[in-house]
T-cell receptor
Framework: DAKTTQPNSMESNEEEPVHLPCNHS???????IHWYRQLPSQGPEYVIH???SNVNNRMASLAIAEDRKSSTLILHRATLRDAAVYYC??????????????FGKGTLLTVNP | DTAVSQTPKYLVTQMGNDKSIKCEQN?????MYWYKQDSKKFLKIMFS???????INETVPNRFSPKSPDKAHLNLHINSLELGDSAVYFC????????????FGQGTRLTVV
């Protein structure tokens, strides 16, 4: 499985932007970059995904490096409800990864009021 | 209307018992998963089914037997429960295409005493 590397934890203040980094230097050409988050006592929740171009949706933005070896999840204005573990995951066509999402340890985001 | 629903939400049982967890999705997805999240919060894939066929079995003990009666259901039966089986089990579903999002259930907290 192509692996991702994320910081164990990050801290932010409410209403400030948050940039969550992810390194995936062994990404293959067919791997999509997915982000999920898990709020306390809930199941993982989809946030955003992309292949090559930057992506925006109502929850967040995804900035993908030109060489695709890293990406950044951007929360434009963090709220207390954004406190969660954020997972960066690669999902592609090779090695059976099409049929699974392999979760790492993720980044625990703390949002201070 | 819940997209991915699991029952029961909580399950407390004694060692040696046999128990089942049910999962249903109403999204029309063709791929379903079971994940296990242990006390250290690490999410690990157990099984993946595509169109009722087992695709991935991540070296799970054969006491765990998934069953997919149709594309909308993936149940998990566990025989001879052990203390180490205590965890939160999550069901999820996706379309098979890599550029699509996964939906997770709210989890079943299994406690073996």
């Amino acid at each position: 499985d192509a692996k991702t590397t994320q910081p164990n934890s990050m801290e932010s203040n409410e209403e400030e932007p948050v940039h969550l980094p992810c390194n995936h230097s062994t990404i293959s050409g067919t791997d999509y970059i997915h982000w999920y988050r898990q709020l306390p006592s809930q199941g993982p929740e989809y946030v955003i995904h992309g292949l090559t171009s930057n992506v925006n949706n109502r929850m967040a933005s995804l900035a993908i490096a030109e060489d695709r070896k890293s990406s950044t999840l951007i929360l434009h204005r963090a709220t207390l409800r954004d406190a969660a573990v954020y997972y960066c995951i690669l999902r592609g066509l090779t090695g059976g990864s099409n049929y699974k999402l392999t979760f790492g340890k993720g980044t625990l985001l703390t949002v201070n009021p | 209307d819940t997209a991915v629903s699991q029952t029961p939400k909580y399950l407390v049982t004694q060692m040696g018992n046999d128990k089942s967890i049910k999962c249903e999705q109403n999204l029309g997805h063709d791929t379903m998963y079971w994940y296990k999240q242990d006390s250290k919060k690490f999410l690990k894939i157990m099984f993946s089914y595509n169109n009722k066929e087992l695709i991935i079995n991540e070296t799970v003990p054969n006491r765990f037997s998934p069953k997919s009666p149709d594309k909308a259901h993936l149940n998990l039966h566990i025989n001879s429960l052990e203390l180490g089986d205590s965890a939160v089990y999550f069901c999820a579903s996706t379309k098979a295409r890599v550029g699509t999002e996964a939906f997770f259930g709210q989890g079943t907290r299994l406690t073996v005493v």
